[in-house]
């Protein structure tokens, strides 16, 4: 469906659980989340009533994302659902890799496309480090088995964070030389409680060009695609640079976010949600509620104005 400043909308991403089995820095709160009673989640009935809707309005590509996707229990059947409906062509899925060694084939057969994982740093101790205790011998082995059943094109993101991983550009973009792997390099958001964290260590992902000059723009195949697109000279797989703060890419924003307790937003940086699971459970009827959420997503984000997002990243998914 086409919005009101000429967008085609047509991705959602839904955040099935705003629970992790991890404690990134810059994601979870030192004392964690306020924890959310189990009826206060979108029910699977209700993530598929609404994707229903959302395809009837033109969504075709759907992410999975969380908190961590792969701790929902259920969630392979609920993939299996989504995959089956009519005029659904992509379902991918946000995960930090940590289970994709149990459950990548088991996906695949559910009918999921792809995976974007989500890795800061090639070095076990300072892995440990940015998770609060993860392992990242079971990212590696993730990726390898999304690789063997072929959840591809396999993408890494990696959040950009000053004095921790700058050190290591040139050996994430190194993964692209031999593999059609992608690796993404995002700029930390200032987010929720977190946001003074992110602020303090910020770095704008210009450096990736300055510390590695030989990577060659190239044209993005997606226009709604948010990242800047480069290769090395004799790479098989892409560099991407996403830039949400300092460089907008709202004119091509095609996407729409159902949070885990089930509401809409229509823009990512702005704090406007409207609560489509309260509505859904007083028996009202959501159609025109979904189509003037598309109809009317705002025209640009206002972060550069001062205005940051409240929530947390786990309960929106990024
Ligand atoms: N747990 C999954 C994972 O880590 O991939 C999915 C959810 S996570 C919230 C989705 C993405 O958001 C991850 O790539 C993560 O690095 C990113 N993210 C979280 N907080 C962020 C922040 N403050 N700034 C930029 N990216 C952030
Ligand atoms: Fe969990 Fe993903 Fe947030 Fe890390 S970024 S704490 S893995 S939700």
């Known amino acids: 469906m086409i919005d009101s400043h000429g967008r085609n909308i047509n991705y959602l991403r839904i955040s099935v659980t705003d629970l992790c089995n991890l404690r990134c820095k810059y994601c979870m709160p030192e004392k964690g ?6 009826d206060e989640i979108l029910r699977f009935e209700e993530i598929e009533e609404i994707v229903k809707k959302f395809v009837s309005l033109g969504i075709k590509k759907i992410r999975i994302t969380g908190g961590e996707p792969l ?6 059947t609920l993939i299996e659902k989504l995959s089956k409906l009519k005029g659904i062509e992509e379902i991918a899925m946000t995960t930090n890799g940590t289970l994709l060694k149990k459950y990548a084939k088991e996906l695949k057969e559910a009918g999921l496309t792809r995976v974007n994982i989500s890795l800061d740093t090639l070095v076990d101790e300072k892995y440990r480090t940015i998770t609060k205790g993860g392992i990242l ?9 999304a690789k063997k059943v072929k959840l591809t094109p396999i993408k890494l993101n990696v959040v ?9 550009i ?10 059609e792997i992608d690796v993404r390099f995002i700029e930390l958001m200032p987010i929720g409680q977190l946001k003074q964290w992110s602020l303090n260590r910020y770095l704008s992902n210009e450096i990736v060009i300055k510390k590695v000059p030989e990577l060659i723009q190239i044209e993005s195949r997606d ?7 480069y290769r090395l000279p004799d790479g098989k797989g892409n560099v991407g640079l996403i830039n949400p703060i300092s460089c907008k890419f709202c004119s091509n924003c095609n996407r729409i976010r159902l949070t885990a307790d089930g509401k809409l937003k229509a823009c990512l940086h702005s704090n406007n949600e409207i609560y489509i699971k309260g509505l859904m459970r007083d028996g009202k009827d959501i159609t025109e509620v979904l189509y003037n ?7 640009e984000h206002g972060l550069e104005n001062g205005e940051y997002i409240e929530r947390e990243m786990t309960a929106i998914g990024g």
Do not use: Q, W
Request: aromatic share 6%; net charge neutral.
């Open 223 to 229: 226009i709604s695609s948010p990242a800047r697109h």
């Open 33 to 38: 989340i306020k924890k959310t009673c189990h």
């Open 170 to 179: 040139m050996d994430f973009i190194y993964l692209t030389k031999d593999e």
């Open 293 to 299: 959420i598309v109809k009317h997503k705002p025209k």
């Open 160 to 168: 950009l964070i000053k004095d921790f991983n700058e050190d290591e």
């Open 137 to 145: 011998k079971e990212v590696l082995e993730g990726i390898s088995e």
């Open 71 to 76: 701790v929902r229990a259920g969630i392979i």
